[in-house]
C-alpha cells in the first residue's frame, strides 16, 4: 500500500475532513520532521494515521520506518495500527494525558510534564502506549496548540533532596524567564514543623547596615567569590575521587555518595567551606514556605528553592539563568555567573501579593495565581458536595491542566494527585468534576492572549 507524503499533515487532514469521509475511512499520511530540539534539527519521517470514530477524530503518530509499506495493507483500522505498532490512540478533541520525564539533578531531579528539549522530551500517552510530544503535536498544531507547539509554557515538578546543602537548589535570577511555584509538599524529615524555605533576594536589615546599595553589592560579591574559591578546590579534590572509583566527572551521583567524599576531604577545607557558605548566605533572605504557598518569582531577583520542598513549577519555555553561587559542583556548565548577575540584581525585598478571586460559587473558586505578560495560571478549588462541577471556558488557545490534591474527571478522563493534560485549543465542551469527598485543587495555565469565545 503507497502511503501518500505530505509537506502539511494538518492541511491534508482539513482537505480530508472536508471530503466527507465515511467511518471505516482511514487517513495515512507520511511527512518530514525536523527535530528542533535536537542540534542541527536533524529530520526524521513521522507516519500519522485519522478516523472517525462515533464522530470522534481519532488519531496516532509514529515514526515511519523502512517496512512501513510493506506492513499496513489490505483493510486497515487505527484502532488495529495502534495495537501492532504500540503507538497510542488519542482523540483530536478531547484531553492529552501528558507522560512526564525525570531530569536528574546535583540536587535532586526536575519532572517535565511538557519539556521539549535535547535533554529529555515529555509524551502524551492513552494509558497504554505512548508518543513524543513533539511528534503529537506536529500532527495539527493549530488545532492542539493554535500554533504554540514550539512555546509551549513548561510545566514540571521541583523534587529536591530532602538532605541540607545537598538539596539546596542553586541561587540564580533570570532575566527573561518568568517563573511561578506552588508548593505541594515540605518533608517532615527535613523541615519538622512543617515550614520549608526558599532563598529569595536579600536581607532587608543587612542591606540597610551599608551606605549605600553599591557597597552592599561589593561585600556580596567578595563574599561569594571567597566561597568559590573554597568550592573550587573542593570540586577538584572530589573530581579525583570521581576518576578514582570510575564515575563521570559531570555525572549526577547520589547525595550519599557525595557525603562520602566530602568526609574524606581536609577536616579544615571542610569548616572553611561551611563557614564561607554560612557567611555568604547571611547576606540573603530566607522566606518561610508551607503546602499551598503561592510563589511568583519576579526577574533579576535571586532565588533558590531548598531541601525538602516539592514544587509545581509553570515557567517560560526560556533556557537561561544568571548562578549566583551554588554548595556543589555545577553540572551543567563550568563557571557561575556572579559577576554579571550582581550587576544585574534587584535588591528590592519581592512581594507577597494575595490571589485574586475570578469566580466563586458553592461549588468551586477561582483564583487568579499569577498574570504574567506570556502566559496566566489560576488556582480551581472543586468541593466535595458540587454536582455541576467547573465548566472550562472556550478559549480557543490550548491550556496545561494539573491536579494538585484530590481527583478530578474530566470528559471521561480520570486524573490524579500530581497528574496533567494538555486541553487542546480547539475542543469540546469541557467540565471538571470532584471525584472525592474532600476539596480537590487544580492548577489551569493559559497562554497571554487567550481570550473568551463568543
Not at 36 to 61: K, S
Not at 234 to 247: A, H, N, W
Not at 381 to 400: C, D, I, K, Q
Amino acid at each position: 500500500m503507497h502511503i501518500p507524503f505530505t509537506e502539511n499533515p494538518e492541511q491534508a487532514l482539513v482537505e480530508w475532513l472536508g471530503s466527507r469521509p465515511n467511518a471505516s475511512d482511514v487517513l495515512m499520511l507520511r511527512y518530514k520532521f525536523f527535530q528542533y530540539y535536537l542540534d542541527g534539527a536533524p529530520p526524521i519521517e513521522l507516519l500519522a494515521l485519522f478516523q472517525q470514530n462515533g464522530g470522534r477524530l481519532c488519531f496516532t503518530v509514529g515514526e515511519a520506518d523502512a517496512g512501513l509499506e510493506g506492513e499496513i495493507s489490505g483493510a486497515v483500522t487505527l484502532r488495529g495500527v495502534c495495537a501492532e505498532r504500540a503507538w497510542p490512540l488519542l482523540v483530536m478533541d478531547q484531553p492529552l494525558r501528558l507522560e512526564p520525564v525525570a531530569i536528574p539533578k546535583p540536587w535532586g531531579q526536575e519532572i517535565w510534564f511538557t519539556g521539549i528539549e535535547q535533554r529529555g522530551l515529555s509524551r502524551i500517552t492513552d494509558g497504554v502506549a505512548s508518543a513524543p510530544l513533539p511528534w503529537v503535536l506536529s500532527v495539527a498544531p493549530i488545532r492542539l496548540t493554535a500554533g504554540y507547539d514550539r512555546q509551549l509554557n513548561l510545566l514540571k515538578i521541583l523534587d529536591p533532596l530532602p538532605e541540607p546543602v545537598y538539596g539546596d537548589l542553586y541561587f540564580e535570577l533570570h532575566e527573561e524567564k518568568r517563573e511561578v511555584y506552588v508548593v505541594t509538599h515540605v518533608d517532615r524529615e527535613a523541615w519538622p514543623d512543617g515550614i520549608g524555605g526558599i532563598r529569595f533576594g536579600f536581607d532587608q536589615q543587612v542591606r540597610a547596615g551599608y551606605r549605600s546599595d553599591e557597597a552592599f553589592k561589593i561585600d556580596y560579591l567578595a563574599s561569594v567569590k571567597r566561597y568559590e574559591q573554597v568550592r573550587r578546590e573542593i570540586d577538584r579534590q572530589i573530581d579525583q575521587y570521581r576518576l578514582g572509583e570510575s564515575v563521570g566527572i559531570n555525572e549526577p551521583v547520589p547525595a550519599g555518595q557525595l557525603k562520602k567524599w566530602h568526609a574524606r576531604l581536609p577536616e579544615v577545607l571542610r569548616q572553611r567551606e561551611s563557614a564561607l557558605r554560612q557567611e555568604m548566605n547571611g547576606f540573603t533572605s530566607l522566606l518561610p514556605l508551607r503546602p499551598g504557598d503561592v510563589i511568583k518569582v519576579p526577574l533579576l531577583t535571586p532565588h533558590a528553592l531548598q531541601h525538602g520542598v516539592r514544587t509545581v513549577e509553570f515557567q517560560t519555555p526560556v533556557y537561561e539563568r544568571r548562578i549566583l553561587s551554588f554548595a556543589q559542583k555545577v553540572l551543567t556548565q563550568g563557571h557561575w555567573d556572579t559577576e554579571q548577575a550582581v550587576g544585574l540584581m534587584s535588591l528590592e525585598p519581592p512581594t507577597s501579593p494575595e490571589l485574586n478571586t475570578l469566580f466563586e460559587n458553592e461549588e468551586c473558586r477561582l483564583e487568579e495565581v499569577v498574570r504574567f505578560d506570556d502566559f496566566s495560571v489560576e488556582r480551581l478549588t472543586l468541593s466535595p458536595s458540587g454536582v455541576n462541577g467547573y465548566r472550562l471556558p472556550e478559549t480557543g488557545s490550548y491550556a496545561l491542566l494539573m491536579t494538585i490534591e484530590g481527583a478530578v474527571d474530566l470528559q471521561g478522563v480520570r486524573l490524579g494527585q500530581e497528574e496533567a493534560l494538555l486541553l487542546p485549543a480547539v475542543r469540546t465542551a469541557s467540565v471538571l468534576r470532584n471525584l472525592t469527598d474532600t476539596e480537590t485543587t487544580v492548577l489551569i495555565a493559559w497562554p497571554a492572549e487567550t481570550v473568551l469565545l463568543p
